[in-house]
Structures are given as C-alpha cells and as structure tokens.
C-alpha cells in the first residue's frame, strides 16, 4: 500500500447477523486505475463497496478513501457510487435525470460533456421509461460522473448486459481511468478481470488474492481466469 492508494482497507470485518460478511480483510485501490472486485455471489462485494462508500453498519478496521475516514463528510462530493439497483427516474428524460443530480452537487460538471462521456447525446430528450437496459446503466453511471467524482465505484455494472454492451462499457471505464478517475468495479464475472489494472479476490467474506489478470494465469498455469480463480481457491485452502 503507498501514497497512491485511493482506498486502503486494513483488518477490516463487518458483520451481517450472526455471520462475517467480511473477515480481516486487507487490501487497497491504486489512484487513477482500474480495480476489479472480483468474487462469487455472496463473497462481499456489496458489502465491502458499502464500508468503502461509509454507508455500512457495523464496521470494525479501518477503511481510509482519499485520505480521510470512510463516510467522511468531505469524501460526498469526491466519490460517486452507482449502486446495483437503478438510479434512475422513469418519467424524465434522460438529461433531466443527469440535470437532477447536477443540483445535488456543489460544482458540477457539464451535462452536455457527461452525456457524451457515456454516449447518451442522441438520446438526451428519451423519457427514462423508453430506454434499455444497457441505456438505463449509462444513465446511472451519467448520475454519478456528474459530480466529476476522484473515485467513481461501481457495483456490478455490467450484470445482464449483452457482451457487446459489456465490452463497451469496459472501453468507457478504461478512458475514464485514463483521464484521472479511480475506478473501483465489482463483477461476479472472472472474465472482466482482464479490462483491470489489479484485482481484489475475494470469497465468503475472505480475502483470497490482490492480483492481477496476468499474475492469475502464471501463478496458476490456467488460461481461463474462471479456472485460474479456481486453483487459487484451492491453493487459498478453505474456509
Ligand atoms: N441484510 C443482510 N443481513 C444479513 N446478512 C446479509 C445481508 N445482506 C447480505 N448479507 C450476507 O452478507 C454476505 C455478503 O453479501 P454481499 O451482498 O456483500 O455479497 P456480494 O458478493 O455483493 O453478492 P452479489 O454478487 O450476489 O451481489 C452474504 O453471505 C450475504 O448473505
């Protein structure tokens, strides 16, 4: 970890019920990258996004974003989440949704340039009610960059979208990063890994790995990341 992380996490456990939702875990998200959260169903993604963001019940450890405390007043405009669940007004435009969010913000960024970013621009004056779904998961990442976040985090962006949706929502992201954004994006798909920069692995609340695409297919002898994911199960011994 060094003065490049965005986000350090350091023994963090929450608890959900009865069981550990996370469990000790240890990782980081380097500044002006793309990082992939990778994980079955039910590994705490959601959940470490949650601690991430600070809006997280029961949170022991630490979680630094941006160098100060998860959930940190000063962190709101700095951050922009896009959460599983839809975002999204039905009954106005597409502009309008993104116009909504711009109020919410202190210092906004351009409408005009955030539909282009997401390539809405042709579709800016279609009712939200009349988009796809792919459409409607660029009008909720438009919401979020918006406030022209440091760190935009992103949970399970790509879930039910074509492959060719999904490749090129990656493409957005990957500029995204060039340009200066942080980007944190949890899938359950191990194929994503390779549009990111590192990896955090995790399994039944576990940290399992911080990787790479590239270090999983050598350090496993496996070309097929879901098999490399699984020799690391292995190798990791259970849980
Ligand atoms: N409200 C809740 N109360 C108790 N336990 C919960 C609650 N929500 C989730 N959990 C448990 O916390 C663990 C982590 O869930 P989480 O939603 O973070 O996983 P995930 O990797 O994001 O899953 P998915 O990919 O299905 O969204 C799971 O075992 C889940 O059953």
């Avoid at 601690?51 to 922009?80: E, F, K, N």
């Avoid at 695409?213 to 050598?218: G, I, L, Q, T």
Wanted: aromatic share 2%.
């Amino acid at each position: 970890m060094t003065t490049d992380d965005a986000v350090v996490c350091t023994s963090l456990t929450v608890r959900r019920g009865r069981q550990r939702a996370l469990d000790g875990i240890d990782a980081s998200v380097a500044r002006g990258a793309i990082t992939g959260m990778l994980g079955p169903s039910g590994s705490g993604k959601s959940t470490l996004i949650r601690a991430i963001v600070g809006t997280q019940a029961h949170v022991q450890g630490t979680v630094t974003v941006l160098g100060r405390p998860a959930g940190s007043r000063a962190l709101r405009a700095r951050v922009g989440y896009v959460t599983q669940a839809s975002a999204v007004y039905p009954d106005l435009t597409v502009r309008e949704n993104i116009a909504y969010f711009a109020r919410l913000q202190q210092r906004p960024g351009d409408i005009d340039d955030v539909l282009a970013t997401v390539d809405l621009t042709a579709l800016a004056r279609h009712r939200a009610r009349d988009l796809s779904g792919g459409q409607l998961r660029r009008v909720s990442i438009a919401s979020a960059l918006i406030g022209e976040p440091d760190l935009l985090i992103l949970d399970e962006p790509t879930v039910g979208l074509d492959p060719v949706l999904r490749a090129d929502l990656w493409h957005r992201f990957r500029r995204l990063a060039d340009s200066g954004t942080t980007m944190l994006v949890s899938s359950h798909v191990m194929d994503e890994a390779d549009h990111c920069d590192s990896l955090i692995l995790l399994r039944e609340g576990r940290l399992v790995a911080t990787t790479t695409a590239a270090a999983m297919r050598a350090g496993t002898g496996c070309s097929s990341l879901d098999a490399a994911f699984l020799a690391l199960l292995t190798e990791s011994g259970p849980t």
